[in-house]
Every structure is written in C-alpha cells, then in structure tokens.
Nanobody, 129 residues
Framework: EVQLVESGGGLVQPGGSLSLSCACS????????MTWVRQAPGKELEWVSGITNDGVYTYYANSVKGRFTISRDNAKNILYLQLNSLKTEDTAVYFC??????????????????????WGQGTQVTVSS
C-alpha cells in the first residue's frame, strides 16, 4: 500500500529554519515525481515545490524560491524539504505527494481525483515570534 509520512515540522521564529522529511513506501519512488504542498487554515492546498523522479529538475513557487530546497534520496525512499528564512506566512501543514505518471511536477497538487493515500498526513510548521 502507498504510504507517505511527513516529519520534521515544529515551531520556529521568523528567519529560522526547519528540515522536513517524507518517508515513502508502497511504490517505486525512483520512478515517481514528487511535490510538496501546504495548507494554511481556511485555505486551499498550495503547491510549494516539485522534483522529477531522478532529482535532476526542481521547481519552486515564487513565494518560496530562494528560501526552500527540495531534494530526494531514492535509495532511502525519502523526500526532503529544507525551509530557510521562514516567514509567518509559511505557517501551514506541509504535505508530500506522489505525482501521477506522465504528469509534470511543476505546479501539481492533489485534487479530488487523487487517492488520499497518494499524499501524507502532513506535518505542522508554525512560524511565530
């Protein structure tokens, strides 16, 4: 069964950093594009970053470009998101998600057609002074 489990969230002051991890199982991670999305209270899922299956290409939302870094370790089946220079507006639950075959990781986020198991339970990131 497909499982994605996020970890690493927490409370941090503005300007601080966090390292998020997503442990993946139940699918061939090395053949799967991945994204990070986030959801702030009362808002829709927002695409944050994407990475191709081989890690060669990475993409970022304008709001996080230059501050966040997406990476992956296919040998360990782990997806990462390094969050630096955090702002209060980064406060959200962060989810990792597997991208359907032949879909671009640029901008992809789960929809009503996406099995819930294709994205994780999320990890809370709170940026506050």
């Amino acid at each position: 069964e497909v499982q994605l489990v996020e970890s690493g969230g927490g409370l941090v002051q503005p300007g601080g950093s966090l390292s998020l991890s997503c442990a993946c199982s139940g699918f061939t991670v090395s053949r799967t594009g991945m994204t990070w999305v986030r959801q702030a209270p009362g808002k829709e899922l927002e695409w944050v970053s994407g990475i191709t299956n081989d890690g060669v290409y990475t993409y970022y939302a304008n709001s996080v470009k230059g501050r966040f870094t997406i990476s992956r370790d296919n040998a360990k089946n782990i997806l990462y998101l390094q969050l630096n220079s955090l702002k209060t507006e980064d406060t959200a639950v962060y989810f990792c998600a597997k991208v359907p075959l032949f879909n671009s990781v640029l901008g992809w986020r789960p929809s009503t057609d996406t099995p819930r198991s294709d994205w994780g339970q999320g990890t809370q990131v709170t940026v506050s002074s």
